[in-house]
């Protein structure tokens, strides 16, 4: 199968035309990259932004924690990019109705190393 290799010196997303019919230089659509945010003259550049990997397994910590706890659904995220902070919002209620006595949780996961 052929390889198909594009150099987007343009640096110009452009979302208006066709996917088929996007000039050479150009892209329409970008994925795991991230908007470079220096006061130099690459400002705006488009740079690759490093994948997902698997921080650590919230279940096991609430289980060895909390005995009453059982299956916890994730019911959100905020990413704080100033900090290079992650909060995710877990929750025990498995129903759609407000439920008081389900135990709901608010982990932080701070990227110290710059990663």
């Known amino acids: ?22 000039p050479n230089g150009e892209y329409r659509d970008a ?18 932004a490093q994948g997902n990997y698997n921080v650590g397994d919230f279940q096991d910590f609430v289980n060895d924690n909390f005995s009453d706890v059982t299956v916890l659904v994730s019911v959100g995220y905020f990413v704080d990019q100033t900090n290079s902070d992650v909060y995710l919002f877990f929750t025990d209620n498995n129903s759609l109705k407000y439920n008081p006595s389900a135990s709901n949780f608010i982990f932080k996961w701070s990227d110290e190393q710059g990663i």
Do not use: Y
Request: net charge negative; hydrophobic share 40%; no cysteine.
């Open 31 to 48: 994925v795991n990259v991230q908007v470079i945010k220096s006061e130099g003259e690459d400002v705006g550049a488009l740079e690759n």
């Open 1 to 22: 199968m052929a390889e198909v290799k594009n150099s987007f010196l343009k640096s110009k997303m452009n979302k208006d035309l066709d996917s088929r019919l996007v």
